[in-house]
């Protein structure tokens, strides 16, 4: 896409190629409209708050008798009826805030750039420089190139005599174009763009073209192993004629020794207990060693009868 390019007298110099996927998309109402709510909701206080009853000060205490008054029921005279009472359903402090991604956010400015160039509203100058700030230069300019209403002037970086020369202009604002955003071209009717402001917004939001041409994807599996195969080749007949390989001697190495099994220890045999002994466990740490049988005496156990009372 090609866009003229004037100077500040409103002569046409010539045309600039702008890219089209900044400049010439179709614009999404959706996601613009949703930008703009996202971006006024985010500017918004919320510090807004009043009292309730619960807040305010006065007694609790029931002002009349429930019934036989003949006058309506009443609580406390903290009750939103009374003067100096509680709000009822007042504002309370809170965060309007919305977020929104970077891909819709990045979508929203290219659709409202690419919407004022399809309605002739985008206006692209050479240069804007100043060398005092003057409101008058600014005014003319602005009628050179045709702008009658509200516009924003959009310049590369940052600058201070711009600012200074249109901040007393009804309607018009001056921005840099890294802060380009939604809400600002929507609340004006055209927009002034220096060629470096252009380029910096290709350069934000364009597509990043390729300088070079992608290398071609190497082949994996069964190709790959086939294709590396005769190249290996050549390179071991290539090195192989360069110097020729001589056969190594191979060293004589003895075989590892095996190391003897160990014979198990024997185990100390302990003799069986005699008819009537309960055995014994042998002391941890302490050596087995063979005791001597021995016979335990064993009595015959009595039975102490009672004798039975005569008859």
Do not use: C
Not at 17 to 32: K, M, R, Y
Not at 90 to 115: E, V, Y
Not at 153 to 165: C, E, F, K
Not at 234 to 252: G, L, Q
């Amino acid at each position: 896409m090609k866009l003229p390019v004037l100077n500040a007298e409103g002569k046409e110099l010539r045309s600039l190629d702008v890219d089209d996927s900044v400049f010439g998309i179709q614009p999404n109402e959706a996601v613009l409209h949703q930008a703009f709510v996202t971006q006024r909701n985010n500017q918004r206080a919320g510090t807004a708050q009043t009292k309730t009853r619960a807040m305010v000060q006065g007694s609790t205490r029931k002002i009349r008798m429930q019934k036989y008054t003949g006058r309506a029921r009443h609580g406390s005279i903290r009750a939103p009826i009374f003067v100096g009472g509680g709000i009822a359903f007042g504002p309370q402090a809170r965060d309007f805030g919305i977020s929104l991604n970077k891909k819709m956010r990045r979508l929203a400015i290219r659709s409202a750039l690419s919407g004022k160039v399809a309605d002739g509203e985008l206006v692209v100058i050479d240069e804007l420089t100043l060398k005092t700030p003057k409101t008058k230069e600014v005014i003319r300019v602005l009628r050179n190139v045709g702008i009658e209403r509200s516009a924003l002037i959009v310049t590369g970086q940052p600058d201070r005599v711009v600012l200074a020369s249109a901040r007393n202009l009804q309607k018009t604002k001056v921005l840099p174009a890294a802060y380009l955003n939604v809400a600002d071209m929507m609340n004006h009717r055209h927009v002034l763009m220096t060629e470096e402001a252009v380029k910096v917004a290709e350069g934000l939001w364009g597509q990043k073209q390729a300088a070079q041409a992608p290398a071609a994807a190497a082949p994996k599996g069964r190709r790959a192993k086939a294709e590396a195969q005769p190249v290996a080749e050549a390179k071991v007949e290539e090195a192989a004629e360069v110097a020729p390989s001589k056969p190594r001697a191979r060293r004589a190495t003895a075989a590892p020794e095996v190391p003897a099994k160990e014979k198990p220890r024997a185990r100390a045999q302990t003799p069986k207990p005699a008819e009537g002994e309960k055995p014994k466990r042998a002391a941890r740490g302490a050596k087995a060693e063979a005791p001597e049988a021995k016979q335990a005496e064993t009595k015959p156990r009595t039975r102490s009868r009672k004798p039975k009372a005569p008859e």
